[in-house]
């Protein structure tokens, strides 16, 4: 009788037991693309540079949207984190830098960024006022574009 209850017992058990799911079953949840403000600069964005902002407000405030080296260094922020892409095409002549418009093109495993920059006015003795649109695209696909002003110098 006890052989009864405890079998009794143990498939009550085991035919309460749900099998666990496998990572495969899972689905994967998408962020909206967007990109973020930045207010440090990273260590390896130095001398010759370009920094963008969302607007005029932002550039007061340094609050970056982009900010690139001489060096072919970029960064973003994307959902709170700062992203570091490689310069992979530019339009601009080699070894200028300045009051001239161009395009470049950025790159890393997970983002692409192409900016299209507008020369304005000079604002220094070696820096330009820019102004032009910057669009993200990521590995799924998905993009957002968005117009900056900005500055860029040595």
Not at 31 to 40: A, H, I, M, Q, R
Not at 93 to 116: A, L, M, R, V
Request: glycine share 6%; proline share 3%; with cysteine.
């Amino acid at each position: 009788m006890e052989i009864v209850i405890v079998m009794l017992v143990l498939s009550v058990i085991v035919g309460c037991v749900q099998p666990a799911q496998k990572p495969t079953d899972k689905i994967a949840t998408v962020t909206k693309l967007y990109l973020d403000s930045f207010k440090e600069l990273p260590n390896d964005i130095e001398g010759c540079s370009c920094y963008f902002f969302k607007d005029e407000e932002a550039s007061k405030n340094k609050e970056y949207l982009f900010a690139n080296s001489y060096d072919s260094i970029a960064y973003v922020s994307v959902d709170k984190k700062l992203v570091r892409l490689k310069l992979t095409k530019t339009t601009r002549e080699p070894n200028t830098f300045g009051d001239s418009d161009y395009s470049e093109t950025y790159s890393n495993e997970d983002f692409k960024i192409t900016i299209h920059v507008k020369y304005k006015k000079p604002a220094g003795d070696e820096s330009w006022s820019t102004e032009g649109d910057l669009r993200i695209t990521r590995k799924d696909g998905q993009s957002f574009t968005t117009t900056f002003v900005g500055e860029c110098g040595c």
